[in-house]
């Protein structure tokens, strides 16, 4: 049976900047590695630590964990890493290896984009004359795919979930907290966007298209953060 551990990071950006490299860094495990795009099919899986000052020193006693380890005062706390295919413009909407690397990614709680700050590959991961692609457009890229994909599991039902909320005994973030759990969305979640945005949960029926992009943004913000 395979290990439950408390925290996924998805480690995600377009195709041929470094992905596999720096999970093979981060977990010590082996990953395909070459210099063209699309290398990473299947998504690799490992387990990285993160550190962080452990109380033993502050209590002055002998710990014994379970669940991480302990080295002369540090504690080693063990995460989850996934690799995804890489994410090309348009992947919401299916293309290149898109519906493969979003169904990887809806269980992580945090994301780690792996950006070319040379600007040496393009928008699809092929390489170019360093400078020659802006890196901040990918940023901007990978940021409206996952917004617009959230937003595309909402959309077709968004009129039938508003009248609901506005009729029914269930209230706006019970039924989206129902309609997102697999993406580990969580009312808390969705309960900041709301506020974040300053939209009425009472009255979704009165969002606009551009309140409910807004809302989907904020809830991927707060939902699936991102280090860059």
């Known amino acids: 049976m395979q290990k ?3 925290r ?47 109380v033993c020193k502050e209590f002055n006693v002998k ?27 348009g992947a919401w909407q299916g ?17 780690i984009h792996i950006v070319d700050a040379s600007g040496g590959t393009d928008s699809e991961g092929r390489i170019c004359k360093p400078g020659e692609h802006d890196p901040v457009e990918d940023v901007k890229f990978l940021e409206r795919e996952i917004t617009m994909w959230m937003a595309n599991i909402l959309k077709r ?17 019970t039924i989206l907290e129902e309609r997102l759990s697999g993406l580990a969305i969580k009312r ?14 009472d009255k979704p029926t009165s969002w606009s298209e551009e309140d409910f992009l807004r809302f989907i943004d904020a809830l991927r913000q707060i939902a699936k953060p991102m280090l860059i």
């Open 188 to 201: 808390a979640h969705i309960f900041e966007a709301v506020r974040r945005t300053g939209l009425n949960p």
């Open 8 to 54: 996924l990071l998805g480690i995600v950006g377009k195709p041929n900047t470094g992905k596999s490299t720096f999970f093979s860094a981060a977990t010590l495990a082996p990953a395909e590695i070459a210099n063209y795009p699309f290398t990473t099919i299947k998504p690799n899986r490992g387990v990285g630590y993160v550190r962080t000052p452990c």
């Open 95 to 111: 293309r290149g290896l898109g519906n493969q690397f979003l169904d990887e990614i809806r269980k992580a709680d945090v994301l």
């Open 63 to 89: 710990d014994t964990p379970v669940n991480s380890l302990c080295l002369d005062g540090v504690r080693l706390i063990p995460v989850e890493f996934i690799d995804c295919a890489g994410l090309v413009p």
């Open 4 to 6: 439950s551990y408390s």
């Open 157 to 173: 039902d968004w009129p039938k979930i508003a009248r609901t909320a506005e009729s029914e005994a269930k209230d706006l973030l």
